[in-house]
Structure formats: C-alpha cells, structure tokens
C-alpha cells in the first residue's frame, strides 16, 4: 500500500485508468464545444462542483458529500434546461458528422429513396458563384444558406416560400437593396430556391472579429446547429465568405468559390 492509497485515489485498475482518459476527454470536447459561448462560465462552476464532490468523498467527509450529492442531483434537471441549446447543438453535430462527407450523404440518399440529378452540381455551382461575384462587385448584401440532410422547416416557415429554379438574375433580383425579400436568407434544397427572407439563428460565440456584420453571425449560427454550408456578400466591403461548421472562410475568387460551392452542391 502506497503512502497515499488512503485517499482512495491511487489504488487504480485498468478500467479506472480508462475511466479517468474518457472523463477528461468529455470535459475537453466539452469545453472546445461552448468555449465562446455564453454557458462557459456555468460550465466551469459545474466542473469545479464536481471536482469538490470528488474530493470530499475521498475524503470520506459525508455531511458535504450528502449535500454535494444533492446539488449535483438537482443539478441534473437544472442543467438541462440551461444548456438546452449546447445539448441540442451537440446531438446535431454527433448526427451530422457522418452526413457531411459525401459516403455518408449518397448512403442516405439511399435508404431513403433520393436521387440526385445528373449534371445539376455544376450549373447549381456556376449560377450561386456568379450570382455573388455581381453582388461583390455592387456591393450587395446577401445571405445563402445550402440545406442538405438537416431539415430546415422551421426556418423556411419564418420567410416566404418560393420553390424556383436555381438561377444568378433571381438570386440577384431577390437580394436587390429595393426588394421586399431582401432581408433574410436564401435557402436552397437539391436544386431548388425554397424560400427568401428567412430569419436564421445568431451565434451565441462571443470572439466574434468585429469585421463580422450579422449576416455572418446568422451563417455562423445556422452551420453550427445544423449541416447546413452557408455562402454571405457584405454590403459594406463586398466580400464573400463561404460558412461551413460555423467556421468562416474568406473567398479571394470566384474559382475558389465554386470549389466549395461544388464541393456543397454535390458536383463531382
């Protein structure tokens, strides 16, 4: 027996050595999931929380490890509510992570009876890229939001339903400063603009550079909570950037552009 063993902590099989690895790793994935974000400091607190209970419980103290145990037992009901969101978005992203490679997307398509038109990935690809190359050059805010296995019904049904072929003089026209769908998004599914003037979800990350107006906020929030890629025209700078996991990527030309908007589209 160690000189420490009794603590409790040092007496350690294989299977608790693996339990400590697998606890740390939810803590780091947790932690790089909602850094940024508001429920970073509820985060830490329920962490140090738990840490205390730990160590009173070694420590064999039990008035604190009956009221430590009852925090945390509250605690559970508690932490639903307040992280409703952060849980939401972290089950979309177990489920999407397969769904965003191409494997993953034609074995849907599959199973569930789709079929993907033959040609259509290209001049999807050409009419969005040149649609926000003329918008860049006017200086034209737009927002384009590209569906793919996530459903987005919620946010179609807070604009106006379109239902038109992919073409750049209708995307233009309905970004057009004048126009009454000018405000809100474009979402596109298959190879249809669904609806104009949807409202999205803004981001609740905080380091944010400031260049970053709202119609990036609303791509970053609408990638982060679904599979969704996300294409934004700044009215101030006109530049492009292309949003995909809540991860923004600046666009230096409209080749560039089309890479990843085929890459989106499903062009091979």
Same mark, same amino acid.
């Given at each position: ?56 419980? =070694? ?27 952060? @849980? ?13 490679? *191409? ?18 990935? =290209? ?15 006017? *200086? ?61 979800? @803004? ?66």
């Amino acid at each position: 027996m160690t000189p420490l063993a009794f603590l409790g902590f040092l007496e350690l099989s294989v299977a608790d050595i693996l339990d400590i690895i697998l606890l740390g790793l939810i803590i780091f994935f947790m932690f790089k999931w909602i850094k940024g974000t508001s429920a970073m400091s509820i985060f830490v607190a329920i962490v140090s929380l738990f840490l205390i209970r730990v160590v009173v419980g =070694a420590f064999n103290m039990r008035l604190m490890t009956a009221i430590m145990d009852m925090l945390l037992d509250v605690g559970v009901l508690a932490l639903i509510v307040i992280f409703q969101p952060e @849980i939401r978005k972290f089950l979309m992203r177990l489920g999407n992570r397969y769904m965003n490679s *191409k494997g993953g997307r034609k074995f849907l398509n599959r199973i569930l009876g789709r079929k993907t038109a033959i040609g259509a990935g =290209a001049t999807i690809t050409n009419e969005i890229a040149e649609a926000c190359a003329r918008m860049s050059e006017d *200086k034209t805010g737009a927002l384009i939001v590209i569906a793919h296995s996530s459903p987005l019904d919620e946010i179609i049904s807070t604009g106006d339903r379109i239902d038109a072929a992919i073409h750049r003089r209708l995307l233009m026209n309905l970004f057009f400063k004048n126009s009454p769908l000018h405000d809100g998004a474009v979402i596109i599914s298959g190879n249809r603009i669904v609806a104009a003037r949807c409202t999205l979800p @803004i981001t609740e990350k905080t380091n944010i550079p400031a260049r970053y107006g709202m119609r990036h906020k609303a791509a970053i929030g609408i990638t982060e909570e679904t599979d969704a890629e996300a294409v934004v025209v700044s009215e101030e700078t006109g530049r492009i950037a292309y949003v995909k996991g809540g991860t923004v990527t600046p666009i230096n030309n409209i080749n560039e552009l089309k890479l990843l908007l085929g890459a989106a589209t499903g062009e091979e």
